[in-house]
């Protein structure tokens, strides 16, 4: 096992970001952080943020290791409650954007920062069962004696899609496939439908 080096304390191992300086974090080249989701992507939040809540506080943070990002934490403070930027209703999957390997310490000292900055309550969702927050952050909450709360609240499908459109007919039953081709001359028949690339 490697040593890594000390992430720091809560109050030097965080910087203040905008929208943009983060945008710039995640398309340096070389960067450890990724966004699984378009409502992880700076654009998105700013959108979401000018439509949805315009007058929000923001808690945009940055998380660095040897001076380099390695966590963004995107955070709408209202009092003392910290939710991400975005919502079910318009949002899929919200979580925390972290290099994997450093997912316990970013969440630890994210707990830490949010603590000393007097923010006490974090309502975090919609998430993936693989997200930053279950697989990170409520550990870590959990270890500090923290109050947690996890509840499911509606369950998306989602599955890997084959390389074409015959090969996905080909997984579905005939019966089903009938059906897709029915719906499909029916559309074409009834309305002007179309599809670009």
């Known amino acids: 096992m490697e040593a890594t080096e000390p992430i720091g304390t809560a109050d030097d191992a965080f910087a203040a970001e905008t929208f943009e300086s983060v945008s710039g974090h995640l398309q340096a080249a070389g960067t450890a952080l990724s966004c699984r989701a378009p409502f992880l992507l700076p654009g998105w939040m ?17 998380f660095r290791q040897a001076g380099e ?3 963004i934490a995107a955070l709408r403070v209202e009092g003392r409650t910290a939710r ?9 999957h919200l979580d925390l954007v972290c290099a994997a390997d450093l997912r316990r310490e970013f969440c630890a000292a994210l707990l830490d920062r949010l603590k000393a900055d007097e923010i006490d309550r974090l309502e975090l969702n919609p ?4 997200s930053v927050v279950l ?3 409520i550990p870590a909450a959990r270890d500090r004696g923290f109050a947690v709360s996890v509840a499911a609240e509606e369950i998306l499908f989602e599955m890997e899609l084959p390389g074409s459109w015959e090969d996905y007919l080909q997984t579905l039953s005939g019966k089903q496939r009938h059906e897709v081709r029915r719906k499909l001359r029916r559309l074409e028949t009834g309305a002007q439908a179309g599809f670009r690339l």
């Open 84 to 92: 991400f930027i975005g919502d079910a209703e318009v949002c899929d």
């Open 69 to 71: 990002v390695v966590g």
């Open 135 to 137: 697989q990170g952050l």
């Open 127 to 130: 998430l993936r069962p693989d």
């Open 46 to 62: 700013r959108a979401w943020q000018a439509v949805f809540a315009p007058d929000a506080s923001l808690w945009l943070h940055s």
